[in-house]
C-alpha cells in the first residue's frame, strides 16, 4: 500500500511538474464575410416567354376592342431597389401607324398579389416603382387598342424597357 501511494506521489509530481513548465499559445482569428450588392431580373416560361417577347394578334372582330399578351418575370435583390418601365414605338413604322401605337396603348406591371404597381400610357410613358430585398415576381402586361379602321401592320411595334437599379 505503501508502495502506490509512493507511486501516486511520483506520478502527481511528474504530472504537475509537466503542466506547470508547458507553454501555451493561442491566437483569435477573424472571419469576414462579403456578399456583393446584386440585382437579377429573369423571364419565366418557356418559348416566347423565355424570349421576353409578347406576341398581339388582332382579327377583323377585335375592331374597337383592346388586344394584349402577358409575361412574368422575377427579380432577384439583396439590396433595396427601383423597377422601372418605358416603351418606344417602332421607327420603321410609318408615322399614322407610329400615331396609333402611341396613343391607343397601355402597360402594366402587377405584383405577385396582382396590384398594379406601375402603369404607362399615351400621357404618362414611363413609371417606377421602389421594392425591397429578396425574390419577387411580376407580371408584365402590353395591351392594344384596335381603332376603326384596322391597323396593317405585321410585325414589331416597339419595345418595353424594363429596368432594374440600386437606390
Not at 407580371?139 to 432594374?164: A, C, H, R
Amino acid at each position: 500500500m505503501k508502495t502506490k501511494i509512493k507511486s501516486l506521489i511520483i506520478i502527481f509530481i511528474i504530472l504537475f511538474s509537466t503542466l506547470a513548465f508547458s507553454i501555451e499559445a493561442n491566437t483569435t482569428v477573424p472571419i469576414y464575410l462579403e456578399v456583393p450588392e446584386y440585382l437579377k431580373i429573369a423571364y419565366i416560361g418557356s418559348g416566347s416567354l423565355a424570349q421576353g417577347r409578347l406576341d398581339l394578334f388582332a382579327t377583323i372582330e377585335n375592331k374597337n376592342d383592346w388586344v394584349s399578351d402577358d409575361l412574368d418575370f422575377i427579380v432577384q435583390s439583396n439590396i433595396n431597389y427601383t423597377l422601372e418601365m418605358s416603351f418606344a414605338v417602332e421607327s420603321s413604322l410609318t408615322q399614322n401607324d407610329q400615331n396609333h401605337i402611341r396613343n391607343a396603348y397601355t402597360a402594366k406591371i402587377e405584383d405577385q398579389y396582382n396590384n398594379e404597381i406601375i402603369t404607362i400610357n399615351k400621357g404618362h410613358n414611363n413609371d417606377s416603382y421602389q421594392e425591397n430585398p429578396g425574390i419577387s415576381t411580376y407580371k408584365l402586361i402590353f395591351e392594344l387598342f384596335i381603332k376603326n379602321p384596322i391597323l396593317q401592320i405585321s410585325g414589331k411595334i416597339g419595345d418595353m424597357y424594363i429596368t432594374v437599379s440600386s437606390i
